[in-house]
């Protein structure tokens, strides 16, 4: 059998396998589906959405199993870290709000910068700021690493502890960074990568607001003053706070991949 991912160098290999007859599985990460998913909709044996908001775009065939299990990512730990315990470990006060920043291995420059500014205005003197930068910029903003009121890293790898320690995240919208945000549970202010494909990132995230489970701030609009206008609203609304986490967590899939896993093999079974 043959299980393409979506990406356009897929879409040859999979027709191909379809007219010889191999089963043919495709999984869609993103709300708005790709061109090769959506083409291959109808001739695929078996869809599995990330998103379960991809169906209203898809037209799978008369025999297309559709299964909306998630993204696969590697899934909390059993049982999940306390939350007490994970600041803990990071010297973190108990009492202290902690905000985590994270854009990707890469890094997120627009991210970065906004919140380099507000670093430097004092913005986040009522919050632990866990800040992942990228490989590629950490040596930019190294300089703010200051433990534990201000934890500076190039990419948290592991991402349990930081996810653990949480209260809300600001990220950008990829499509296995909202399927760990859900698993987790973790209220977010997403802000998407505007050059991304097909625009796929900003349909995630408005996926993801109307969910109830993130707050969705375009790029273009991205402050430093407004960034901090929504982070101390949502810091200073516990209830509001639960809500989103509640929705977040309700959208979790954190065993995808072993589910993903068993249907495909079905396949060849």
Known sequence: MVLG??????????????????????????AYPGLTTRWLARKADQVHLGFPEALDHLKPGATTAVYEYGNPITPPPTPPPQRSAAKGGLGIPQQQPVVLVVGGSQGAMAINETVA??????????????????HHTWKTYAQFHEPPRRIVKAFWDPVA???????????????????ELCAWGLPSI?????SAAANHQT???????????AVHIAESELS??????????????????GQMAAAATSRGRPDAARKIAREVLRLVG
């Open 224 to 241: 430093s003053a407004g960034l901090m206008n929504v982070l101390n609203s949502l810091m200073s609304d516990a209830a509001k706070l």
């Open 190 to 194: 997403l802000i998407p990568l505007p």
């Open 5 to 30: 991912t979506g990406g356009y160098a897929a879409g040859p290999v999979l027709y191909w396998s379809y007219r010889s007859g191999i089963p043919v599985a495709v999984q869609e990460q993103n």
């Open 117 to 134: 500014e507000l670093v430097r205005s004092d913005g986040f003197a009522d919050v632990v700021l866990l800040w992942s930068t990228g």
């Open 203 to 213: 349909k995630n995230a408005q996926a993801m607001a109307r969910a109830g489970a």
């Open 161 to 179: 502890q930081a996810y653990a320690a949480a209260d809300i995240v600001v990220s950008r919208a990829g499509a296995m960074t909202t399927a």
